[in-house]
């Protein structure tokens, strides 16, 4: 437990250097607040440009539900260019260690390969769920000025489900940074295969189930029509098995490494 600890802090020390702490959250931010704010302007943005000529704004796009725009914040802001910068901020989360040394030099102590693992994902977790959480708050406070109050159990209920779905993509960048060296491919491999995921949600009931892409789905669903579909808990049992996966995978494969280098 203590090199775990001490590898935590580690990580969160490199975040500091990297100024990782600062850019990350602003980035969030951002994407958070793009959406209801152009949602809002837009149609005045258009108008104004075309001087109502040959543009034709649709009346009801202002008066859509707090509720359907914060959706949108998760749905077009964090599934798209979200996990673009995740995947991209994580892709030498285990390269880089291979690269410079430091994984082999660290499981020469005294360090259980678990340790090192589960630190590099609850640390960057921890960190990116946070980030994502303070654009979710901010995107939040500007639908509930600009648009109609989102209940706060609601608001509440999507963001703990969304945080399943990046759990997933923090484990799941994890391991393609651990099977394969190149930074530029880690991040390919995982930007199209999250993305993908995403994109066939909702096509067929029984791939929903088992797509963990499915909890960004639920988190909308939650804004939108107020309740949790039934399907929810039986998905989100699936994630957490494709999480474990992901990260036995990460484990067997530095594990059997360690062992080759000795």
Known sequence: MRSFI???NKEFIQMVRDFKIVWLPLVFILLGITQP???YYLPTILEALGSGQGITIDPSMTAQQGGEILAGTLGAQFDQLGIMIIAISLMGIIQTDKANGMLAFILTRPVAVRSYVGSKIASNYFFTGFSIAIGYFASYLYVNFLFSNVPVPDMLTALLFYLVWVLFIVSFTTMISTLINSPGLIALISIAFLIGCRVIVGLNSMIDIVNPASMSKHAME???????????????VVTF???SLAIFVTNYWISNKKFSNE
């Open 222 to 236: 939650v804004l939108i029509t107020g309740s949790v579909n039934p399907n929810a808990l039986g998905n989100l």
């Open 37 to 39: 704010v152009m949602t």
């Open 6 to 8: 001490v590898l935590m």
């Open 241 to 243: 098995l494709c999480v």
